[in-house]
């Protein structure tokens, strides 16, 4: 069995970025600059958005966090990002969500200019993605790609199931194994929580990407021998007996699936990392573009 170490690769992969990066300050052109919008103040979006304006500050790129209150309008926060889709300076940005009830995160998503859409979330992204046009891959299953890629995951023919159909994870993984290419010529089966008799499909897959949030849920009866696992799950589970009062579980019962993995990712180190480091790459692949617009 192999562990997939996303916190290994996720630092090779910002080390690659960080060396571009003093390359364009060596030629003394403009560094990369993502911003973050944070509306509210969910405790693990806070979290998230931190570790990515650290990770900018890292590589040398530049980042701006833009933190504005859980009341904020929808009206509000649209004249925000019409600011940043002006804003030269700005090659990249992204919405964290989710969003407070009040604010149409479809509505929100579409106002974003698709050449800074680093998370590769608006409907003209998304959709090049799904047509096997290039564009940006939404950080998270590009961070799979990646994985799979580096410890050289065969794909082709292989029975992929997919665990969640959510727009962020879950669907763009399910097209992205189908595609033609590496990683990819999979033939996918996505479920989600209507599904029937998940255990029966997923003894079947040779490779399963679990999207659920839901913790210990993929047990070892539910996999076959030698398949390879993606956990993506990352929950909260409170525990008194540790400083920050929960722990990270992913959807895996890692202890007992990993007997019988050929490779698997760990919670956490595994997906999470990777995740950030595939941003920062979209934000970099921003740069590049506007520099030929
Ligand atoms: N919330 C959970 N995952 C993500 C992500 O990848 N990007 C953004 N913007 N918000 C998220």
Redesign the pocket.
Known sequence: MVILDGKKISNDIKNEIASEVQKMKDNGEKVPHLAAVLVGDDGA?LT?VGSKVRACERIGFESTLVKLPHTTSEVELLQKIEDLNLDDDIDGF?????LPPQINTQKVLMAVDPSKDV?G?HPENFGKMALDMSTFI???PFGILELLERYDVDTKGKHTVVIGRSH?VGRPMSILMSRKGWPGNSTVTLTHSNTKNIAQITTQADIIISALGVPNFLKAEMVKDDAVIIDVGITRVPDESHPKGYVIRGDVDFENVSKKASFITPVPGGVGPM?IAM?LKNTLLAREQRKSM
């Not at 992204?94 to 989710?98: D, E, G, S, V």
């Open positions: 979006s998230y992204i919405i964290q969500l989710p998370d979330f939404p950080a998270t962020i995740t941003l």
